[in-house]
């Protein structure tokens, strides 16, 4: 399984900002695409967002983030990015980054590495 690995979460009061990231080590990033996922406690895991390794489209968001997270990549760190804005409470979950090869199998349950998980949590 290929490796990457989150970091970035932490407690931030609603309406704040976090930026996430998703580093891979003995692989090159670019060939594949990265998804971020959350799961709060009790709730089924939710792909937020993909972005495919070679340009090809936009980027993916579910209508839960649409507008406030944004993804990028840089190919030369061989790490993504979750860049998160107007946080809610309903945002607070553990976050996770996966690859595959493409965001159609990310999004649709295939995966060749995830990450251990970092968690957001969204509090006054």
């Known amino acids: 399984q290929l490796q990457v690995v989150e970091s970035g979460g932490g407690l931030v009061q609603p309406g704040g900002s976090l930026r996430l990231s998703c580093a891979a080590s003995g692989f090159t990033l670019a060939h594949y695409g990265v998804g971020w996922f959350r799961q709060a406690p009790g709730a089924e895991r939710e792909g937020i967002s993909c972005?495919?390794?070679?340009?090809?489209?936009?980027?993916y968001y579910a209508d839960s983030v649409k507008g406030r997270f944004t993804i990028s990549r840089d190919n030369a760190l061989n790490t993504a990015y979750l860049q998160m804005n107007s946080l809610k409470p309903e945002d607070t979950a553990v976050y996770y980054c996966?690859?595959?090869?493409?965001?159609?199998?990310?999004?649709?349950?295939?995966?060749?590495?995830w990450g251990q998980g970092t968690q957001v949590t969204v509090s006054e």
């Open positions: 972005i495919n390794g070679v340009s090809s489209g936009s980027p």
């Open positions: 996966a690859v595959d090869w493409t965001c159609y199998g990310l999004l649709h349950g295939k995966f060749e590495g």
